[in-house]
């Protein structure tokens, strides 16, 4: 016998017509499937009652075994037993640091490979196993299959993050109905929407990743008007501050893939019995070595003292991107099961100086927004909400002089496509390389290459005049597609930024931060490159002019015509910006006269043979 | 007959009113279609139609239109478990038959 759900007035489905749908928090440390049941969301639970399914999967020679069942084998197999693959997913083995996983990673052709005694894994199908179960437990829990599913990703998620965990859903045999980024969906859950306004920051600290946001809310409309974060800072970096203090104080052989897996399941647990009680005492043997320790709050508190400071920091930062103080804010959520650290509370708090939203279950409120959200998509709501995102980071082209061009800035509201002309450097050029970057740098050096197409087939015609439109699009998802058309042929040519798994993410906080603090040195490089890229410019002019026309010239004009155009480029290789200019002003001075022989001789050449009241002006 | 529900029931209905922060009661209905003929409806209710007979039972509002009421005059709504799934069910003692999940139904 079918069960029924209460539904919204009139949107009551035809029989075997579910519209089943759920929203899933795949976590870095932990995992939850919810789902709007009766209009209410909840978490969906597994058989032995629980609500998190520990993002963990273990492999053996015949089974896959995912949740508590293979954190079990954390201790007594740890290369076989794979958690916080999300922080390996759309990655390549040169993004991370192999010290912090237990596990024997080696690159599979721009993958990470994992190898088990279930053969090679990479972290896709890793993801899809932990997937698989979230959908088995909602399909057991709501009665049948199920028409689709959010996910949310941290907001930092690059392109090629955001594509592998797609890849994951599908193989897990999930549609996916949007990624949503994870503070969006928090702000859901705590039905911001039914506010008619104001300005909220999300503070979400999880297993693996940290990411604030500062939302805007108006009419009950979201706008996420600016993002920070650390897509490698989490509870496992607070966790890890305490084992390297247990390391330095009783000299344990981290290096043994099992005692480091022993001290991180120890340090874990004192973090968490911080939470809620003072102080808390251990006693240990790990490795031969007895550990006898009193831990207290106002201890571990001092151990995570930078870490701390790195997330304010980041709060800070966001501020400042949406132009806002905190005075300004309406409210503060916390999210990510992290924040129950009484120490992260008390400084947010402090920053703010006023109560933080945190009556939800931190561990919980993504996935519930992330099925409330799933629920409008299916069209089971009461009402439709929109959800805006935005870039985290600039997406640009590369220009002559390896010079970036910005096309969408960071922090643009998606989805957004934006177009730009760019037309040919050289005459009778076919084919422009269109080489996409995304950061906030002014070299494509300091910049991320996302990807890389040529635009063939351009009509030959002199410099300037081909007109070559590129259009940069991002969808809700935040995929980038770029395309490029030559506006008089319509010859078109475009890429999908897609799989090059493992751009190199690690560097976004970096990259961020690098972009503030190298601003000068980038306008330095920019100008030159541009004074550059001019000389070379007037440098294949003049020698084009004095291979057509030098007979217009004496010979004293041609050899200095010609000194000049040496000297420009010998100083061409060096970095003096002011000296290249100079000696382009020389030469540029020294040949206008000889600019202006050469116009009299090709208006003659039109004019000859050809009486006055032929000639059209 | 009247329409009723059982104290399990209705405990969840209210809840459920409760926390969507709306509502006046449900309403019990027959839509025709389905693999045998009709389907159930079973919705949150925010404006009586003026057809609508009100039923009342355990505190909850239960509307039904005078169309509908011909096919499940005198049904118990019960809420139920099965395994992980739960949710409401229609004890109506006008059903001849049903298709196999139960979902659509004939009189």
Known sequence: MALLQISEPGKSTMPHEHRRVIGIDLG????????????????????????LLPSVVYYSK????????????????????????????????????QVNFPLNLSDGDGVINIKTSNGMKNPIEVSAEILKMLRTVAENNLGGELMGAVVTVPAYFDDAQRQATKDACQLAGLN???????????AVAYGLDKKSMGQFVVFDLGGGTFDVSILNLSKGLFEVLATHGDANLGGDDFDQAIVNFLNNKYKLNIKDIEVQSMISILAREIKESLSNKKEV??????????IKETFTQQQFKALVNDLIEQTLKATKNALNDAKLSTDQIDGVIMVGGSTRMPCIQEAVGNLFKQDLLNDLNPDEVVALGA???????????????????????????????????RIIPRNTTLPIAMAQEFTTYKDGQTAMIIHVVQGERDLVDDCRSLAKFTLKKI?????????????????TDGLLSVSAEETTTN???????????????????????????LAEEDKISRALAETKVEANQLIELTQKALDA?????????????????????????????????????QLNTKSEPFAAKRMDRSIQKALTGKSINKLEF | MPISMTEKAASRAKNYLESRGKGMGLKLAVKTTGCSGMAYVLEFVDEASPDDQIFESHGIKILVDPKSLIYIDGTELDFVREGLNEGFQFNNPNVKDSCGCGESFTV
């Open chain 1, 281 to 290: 005492e251990i006693l240990k043997e790990i490795n031969g070595k007895e």
């Open chain 1, 491 to 517: 010859e078109k040519a475009s890429i999908e930024v897609k799989p090059s798994y493992g751009l190199s993410e690690d560097n976004i906080k970096t990259m961020l931060q690098s972009s503030y603090d």
């Open chain 1, 459 to 475: 009509p030959p015609m002199v410099a300037g005049a081909a007109k070559i439109k590129v259009t940069f699009q991002v969808d």
């Open chain 1, 549 to 585: 026309d030098k007979d217009l010239l004496s010979d004293s004009e041609l050899t200095s015509i010609k000194n000049d155009l040496k000297d420009l480029i010998n100083v061409l290789n060096s970095s003096n910006n002011d000296k290249i200019k100079e000696a382009t002003k």
């Open chain 1, 371 to 405: 099925a409330i959200q799933a629920n409008i998509l299916a069209g089971n709501g009461q009402e439709d909400i929109l959800l805006l995102d935005v870039t985290p980071l600039s997406l640009g082209i590369e220009t002559m002089g390896s010079i970036v061009e």
């Open chain 1, 176 to 186: 996916i109905l949007r990624l949503i980024n994870e503070p969006t969906a928090a």
């Open chain 1, 28 to 51: 870095t440390t932990n995992s939850l499937v919810a789902s709007v049941i009766s209009g209410s969301p909840a978490i969906l639970i597994q058989d032995d009652k629980s609500n």
């Open chain 1, 62 to 97: 015949n089974t896959v075994q995912v949740g508590n069942e293979a954190r079990d084998h954390q201790s007594n197999d740890a290369e076989n037993t794979i958690s916080s693959v999300k922080r390996l997913i759309g990655k390549t083995i040169d993004d991370v640091n």
